[in-house]
Nanobody, 127 residues
Framework: QVYVVESGGGLVQTGGSLRLSCAASTRAFSFNMYAMGWFRQAPGKEREFVAH????????YFADFAEGRFTISRDNAKNTAFLQMNSLKPEDTAVYHCAAATHLSASYFASSVYDAWGPGTQVTVSS
């Protein structure tokens, strides 16, 4: 079983920045990581895709609202991904969840391909 935990959320003013971390671990000897994804859910809204990074290639993909403002990086040795969020807006306020995909998939945009989810970290952007 793979465990995922996020950190780095908080309260920030409009235009500010936050860096979220996502660490994956296991009690087994090892596991395969194919992608790490970020999703968010605001109160009263459905969970939506934010971004993901294909682990081996290091290629990242973003939702339209995140393009140009958010970036993803990874530390392979630590099985950790980082979501850098800049120029934050009040509409970015949500609980941000990180997830790990430990099985190969053709696409990593859908939440259903992810096997392990973190509890989430709150991001609040004040106006």
């Amino acid at each position: 079983q793979v465990y995922v935990v996020e950190s780095g959320g908080g309260l920030v003013q409009t235009g500010g920045s936050l860096r979220l971390s996502c660490a994956a671990s296991t009690r087994a000897f090892s596991f395969n990581m194919y992608a790490m994804g970020w999703f968010r859910q605001a109160p009263g809204k459905e969970r939506e895709f934010v971004a993901h990074i294909r682990w081996n290639e290091g290629v990242s993909y973003f939702a339209d609202f995140a393009e140009g403002r958010f970036t993803i990086s990874r530390d392979n040795a630590k099985n950790t991904a980082f979501l850098q969020m800049n120029s934050l807006k009040p509409e970015d306020t949500a609980v941000y969840h990180c997830a790990a995909a430990t099985h190969l998939s053709a696409s990593y945009f859908a939440s259903s391909v992810y096997d392990a989810w973190g509890p989430g970290t709150q991001v609040t952007v004040s106006s």
